[in-house]
Every structure is written in C-alpha cells, then in structure tokens.
C-alpha cells in the first residue's frame, strides 16, 4: 500500500479556503469603516456598508460555496490518488530482482547466453 501525499490537499484547501480568508481578514483591516461620500452606512433605506463591513458581508456569501468547493476537491484528490494507488504495482523491497527471463538464470551480461549455453557451443 502506497502512503498518501498530504502536499495536493494542502494546495486545494490552502487555496479555497485560506487564502480568502486571509484576503477578507486583511482587506476588512485595510479598508476604510466609513463611507467616503458620508453617506449613511448600513443595510437598507438608501444606505450603503462601509467597505470594510462590504467585504466581510461579501465572505460571508462566499463561505458556504468555498466549503462545499474544498470539499469536493478533497473528494476529487483522495479518488485521483486511491486510482493511482491501485493501478501501481506495490513496493515490495523484501522481494529480489526477478531474471530478465523467467525459467534461466540470469548471470551473464545482457545479450548474453548464461554460463552452462556457452560452455557447450
């Protein structure tokens, strides 16, 4: 059985999930929490969210559609990697190197007769 790589996962979720969370972290921190125009600032009857408040009412929408995003690329990556697993043949170390072929020894170079077929001609 082949050990699994963890690097692919990391990718994937580092970047459906990580990088824009880190994004509205520091986009909600950079931002201004006021409106430039001073306009009202809020949800509804002609107001507007200040873009700080914007971005993170923006993630919000964005997180349920990232999850199931992430999810289904784990899902993908773990199908991708048991397929390649299986159509590998399995590291056997405990096993010698096979003859080049089967039924003669292999003690010659290659294109070579073994020993006893040179001996007799």
Do not use: K
């Not at 949800?43 to 995003?69: E, H, K």
């Not at 292999?106 to 070579?112: E, K, S, T, V």
């Amino acid at each position: 059985m082949h050990r699994r790589r963890v690097s692919p996962y990391l990718v994937a979720l580092g970047l459906l999930w990580g990088l824009p969370l880190v994004l509205v972290l520091v986009l909600h921190v950079v931002l201004p929490d006021h409106n430039a125009s001073g306009q009202c600032t809020g949800l509804g009857f002609g107001c507007t969210p200040a873009p700080s408040d914007a971005v993170l009412f923006l993630g919000y929408f964005a997180a349920l559609p990232l999850l199931v995003l992430g999810l289904v690329a784990c899902l993908v990556i773990a199908i991708v990697q048991h397929r390649r697993d299986r159509s590998d043949p399995p590291d056997r170390p405990d096993q010698p190197d096979q003859p080049d072929q089967p039924g003669r020894p292999d003690d010659g170079a290659p294109g070579q007769p073994p020993a006893e077929d040179r001996e007799s001609s």
